[in-house]
Structure formats: C-alpha cells, structure tokens
C-alpha cells in the first residue's frame, strides 16, 4: 500500500464509522470501493492495517475507535467530545483530505483550482507555540499599518487565534497589562526569552472570544443585531453562518431577518458591507446608522473621484 495514502485512509474510516458502527469486513468493502482506493489502484486492505490504523487516528485526532469484542465485532468511534480541540481536530482533518485529494493524482491540479495566499509571519509559528506553552516572555518589532510606525513589543503570551486567512498572536502587553493582539504578518525579530512570567489576572480566551466577530477587542457589552437578507443572500448565510449566535427571527417570500448576540466591531461591520444591497442592520440603530455613514462616504468619495484621481 502507498506510504503516502495514509491520511486519505484515516479520512474515509472515519467518514464511515461517523455513518454507524462497522465490521472489518464492512470497512474493508467500503475502502475498496471508495473513489479513493480506486483512483490509487488499491486492492487490498488488511486487519492489520486497520489496527495501525486505528491507533494512529487516536493519536493524530483525539479520539478514539473501539471494538465490541463480544457480539457483532462491530468498532464505532467513541462519542467524540464538544470543545474546541474537537472543531481544530475536525478542520485539520478537511485539510488533509483536500490535500490528499489533490496531492494523490497529479492532474487534479488542472480542474481544482485554489486561492492563493503568500501567508507572512508563519516562519515564527512554532517559536510562538513554544513560548505560550513554556510560558516565556518574548520581544519583538511590530509594525503598525494606521501611521506606518514600528513599536519594540514584550509581551506574556497566551494564544494563536486565526481569522479571516490572517493569524494573530493574543498576549498581555508589559506596556500597559492590557490584552492585545499583533498579526503575525507584522512581527518581526521575535526573540523567545529564557524568562517565564505568571499571569497576575487570569484570562478565560474561550469566553473572551465568543461573542467576538474577528480580532478586533472587544471593551464593551456586546449586543442584540439583528440584519435583513433577501431570500438568495439568505440561502448563502444559511450554509455558512457569521457567528455561532446565529439565529433565523423572520422569514417572509422574499427575505429573512437573522440575529446574533456580539459586539459590533469594525470586523463585523466589514463583513456587512461586503454584502451590498443584499443585507440591511435593522438593529441596534447605532449600528445601522453607523453603516449609513460609511456608505455616505463611500458614495462620496465616488463623486469627487473624477475631481480628485
């Protein structure tokens, strides 16, 4: 069997035993028969494969296979915990599916098509990783892109947060105790220190970013919005929410209303003006009438565009 097919065979035993519990010889006929097996040319699969297998998903994916010794003989995945190391163990595993997919036949290159990304800041990943799990004080040069400044920073580290194709580095500046955070795309010169720190207040990350939209802190109570979407826009919004708050209050022929529980910030203002004329924040009024205002100038700077190239 192909070295390189393993995770392709890691993804589809899980695909299946998330449908029901399965024998060996169940698996083995589904693995077979897969457009995966196929397409490599794949014929055999053997019991003790499965077993490795097996073990290396525990491992990899946090969570583990069993099998019913007695009865059936069936295995089923162990009921697979609700948190956020479930979600990362779950988006991981979609990219290494896409990338198996794509990595698998060489021709798949000419009909999928990808973004593409020129990600800055990653060379310092693992040295950030390193840092917030050992608990080290690090310093770097952060550029500021508003006055085009550079500030020396030292920081206490504390999380990785991804948004919007960008990672961001979530710390406690010495400057002022506060908590910030500085894109990796704009650190540079990190140095790790030998020196530890111990938080002197305790910050709860998870709580601290679930009525967050983006990166953006959030100092205020965040609120009730509620937007308006035409039926189409809605069947978009739908499939991919913007928050996990997200709830449908209305629908009507030819809209619905949906509404979140978070703070309104420039992220999320953002992101409801990339939708056009397709959606419209009904409440909070400040919010509304802060969308208003930004159109106002956009359509402004239009009109004096031919005055002023």
């Known amino acids: 069997m192909k070295k390189d097919f393993y995770l392709t065979r890691y993804a589809l035993i899980i695909k299946r035993l998330e449908r029901s519990p399965a024998t060996y010889p169940e698996l083995e006929d589904y693995l077979l028969n897969s457009f995966e097996f196929q397409d490599a040319k794949i014929v055999s699969y053997s019991m003790r494969t499965l077993q490795r297998d097996i073990k290396d998903i525990a491992n990899l994916f946090n969570f583990d296979i069993h099998n019913k ?78 006055d085009q400044s550079v500030t020396s920073r030292k920081v206490q580290p504390l999380a990785l947060k991804e948004s919007k194709d960008r990672w961001y580095l979530i710390a406690v500046d010495y400057k002022d105790e506060k908590l910030k955070a500085f894109g990796l795309d704009r650190i540079s010169d990190l140095t790790v220190s030998k020196m530890s720190f111990k938080l002197q207040q305790k910050f709860n990350l998870k709580e601290h970013f679930k009525n967050a939209f983006g990166i953006m802190n959030m100092e205020e109570e965040p609120e009730k919005i509620i937007i308006r979407a035409t039926k189409e826009q809605a069947e978009y919004i739908k499939s991919s929410p913007l928050h996990h708050s997200q709830q449908i209050v209305r629908e009507t022929g030819t809209f619905l209303e949906f509404s979140y529980h978070l703070f309104p910030t420039y992220d999320f203002i953002q992101e409801i003006l990339s939708f056009g004329n397709q959606v419209k924040v009904l409440e909070p009024k400040t919010l509304a009438d802060k969308i208003k205002e930004t159109l106002k100038k956009s359509i402004q700077l239009y009109d004096d565009f031919p005055n002023n190239p």
Do not use: C, T, W
């Open 69 to 146: 010794k007695k009865g059936d003989n069936r295995y089923y995945i162990e009921s697979r915990p609700v948190m956020e190391v479930d979600e990362y163990n779950q988006r991981l595993l979609e990219s290494f599916q896409i990338m198996n997919a794509v990595n698998s036949q060489p021709d798949f290159a000419e009909f999928v098509y990808l973004e593409s990304h020129n990600p800055r800041g990653i060379q310092n990943f693992y040295d950030l990783l390193f840092a917030i799990r050992n608990k080290r004080i690090i310093e770097f040069q952060h550029f500021k892109y508003k």
